[in-house]
């Protein structure tokens, strides 16, 4: 499974309510594990889940395969709320490009006269991107992609949540996880 990373079409349309708590969960359940006043680097738009039988089959299991296809943008005040850094992936992924997996910058030979270093901007140099969201038929769970893009790593995993008492949790199901 995996984040269609073809040119899509950005929704015209806000995200929902029902989408907007699930992301709100999401992130609050997220910040269990970090500080919670970090700031979050994630992509500027939402992308597209691209669920395959096995994982209709599996995790996914009672799932609509009607896929979205279209992204969104974040709103401004979820953004803020949420302490989230919207970053563009296409610059997150040239500024790795630029280091090694240990963080030590790399720099292409320089051709000046000179032989200047290129100053390579600090951030961003990590970010998250989140999936639009797929539901169950009863809209009791819900999954999505998350990928994350650092220095020397990255992941993808495609989790699914519950929603309990009011508020999506965490479910134990994974469909597929990618470690680099």
């Not at 051709?111 to 989140?130: C, G, N, R, W």
């Amino acid at each position: 499974m995996a984040v269609s990373q073809s040119p899509v079409q950005v929704s015209s349309k806000s995200l929902s309510r029902e989408q907007l708590d699930f992301y709100a969960d999401f992130f609050q359940d997220y910040r269990k594990l970090t500080d919670s006043s970090d700031t979050i680097n994630l992509a500027e738009l939402t992308g597209i889940l691209q669920p395959d039988e096995g994982d209709y089959a599996g995790c996914m299991r009672g799932f609509s395969k009607i896929i979205p296809q279209q992204v969104h943008r974040w709103p401004a005040t979820f953004v803020h709320n949420h302490n989230l850094n919207l970053v563009d992936p296409t610059v997150v992924h040239r500024n790795i490009g630029l280091q090694s997996s240990f963080g030590i910058r790399i720099f292409p030979h320089s051709t000046s006269s000179t032989d200047e270093i290129p100053q390579v901007p600090q951030k961003p140099d990590s970010a998250f991107t989140l999936s639009e969201i797929i539901f169950d038929r009863k809209h009791h769970r819900a999954a999505l992609n998350v990928s994350f893009e650092g220095v020397g790593f990255g992941g993808s995993s495609t989790q699914v949540y519950e929603y309990r008492k009011g508020h999506w949790h965490h479910s134990n199901r994974y469909c597929v996880t990618g470690i680099s």
